[in-house]
């Protein structure tokens, strides 16, 4: 089974610009989630999905945004970036909700904001 | 608030012996407890996860025990070896909501 896929692994953009970023959950998984990973914050919980609703969401702000498709793909969009906005992005996906079942990472998408 | 410690921060251990990382929550509701272990230029893979009607959970060179009363639980890996060489992450689960990681513990095996 294909684990967890994220395009593209790596970005660099200019602050101002907008991003988006894409996820392939393991085959049969329905629900993502999104992390962003940074060596002083370590993993910080961005929002989750299941069956294209999200679920929950944590404390970023709304120029970060998220969609889940019928085939429960999933992107990630950041506007008007910003330069604290360079981290590792990390999609995990989990059979059910993920409080019933293990999250799987996929590599993640380095992104760098200049 | 929602929050889990995670100690050390760094631990460096001779090949052969063994290692401990500990954490500790605050959610008393907390339920489920995974442990990842992250390699350089990957994402965290889960190695081994408990519930809470479980005290120990073992796989091979690698167990978690759970004290839920004191609210923390702890990674054993016993006979250590440098490919164990990795980032350390605890997780707990905040109601049914999400999971809340550690700040993550950087082991370093040496031969």
């Known amino acids: 089974k294909a684990g967890v896929t994220q395009t593209p692994r790596y970005l660099i953009k200019t602050r101002g610009q907008q991003v988006t970023l894409s996820c392939s959950p393991i085959s049969g998984h329905r629900s993502v989630s999104w992390y962003q990973q940074t060596p002083g914050q370590g993993l910080q919980f961005l929002f989750e999905?299941?069956?294209?609703?999200?679920?929950n969401k944590g404390n970023f702000p709304g120029r970060f945004s998220g969609r889940q498709f019928s085939n429960s793909r999933s992107e990630m969009n950041v506007s008007t970036l910003e330069l604290g906005d360079s981290a590792l992005y990390l999609c995990a996906s989990s059979f059910d909700a993920w409080g019933n079942s293990p999250l799987h990472f996929g590599n993640g998408t380095r992104l760098t904001v200049t | 608030g929602e929050n889990v410690e995670q100690h050390p921060s760094t631990l460096s251990v001779q090949e052969g012996d063994s290692a401990v990382i500990k954490c500790t929550y605050s959610d008393s509701a907390s339920n489920y407890f995974p442990w990842y272990k992250q390699e350089l230029g990957k994402g965290p893979q889960l190695i081994i996860d408990i519930r809470s009607n479980v005290g120990e959970k073992k796989d091979q060179r690698i167990a978690v025990t759970l004290n839920k009363t004191a609210k923390h639980f702890s990674l054993h890996i016993t006979e250590t070896q440098p490919e164990d060489s990795a980032v350390y992450f605890c997780a707990a689960s905040m109601g049914t909501d999400k999971l809340i990681f550690g700040t993550g513990t950087r082991l370093q095996v040496f031969p």
């Open positions: 999905y299941f069956s294209e609703t999200q679920r």
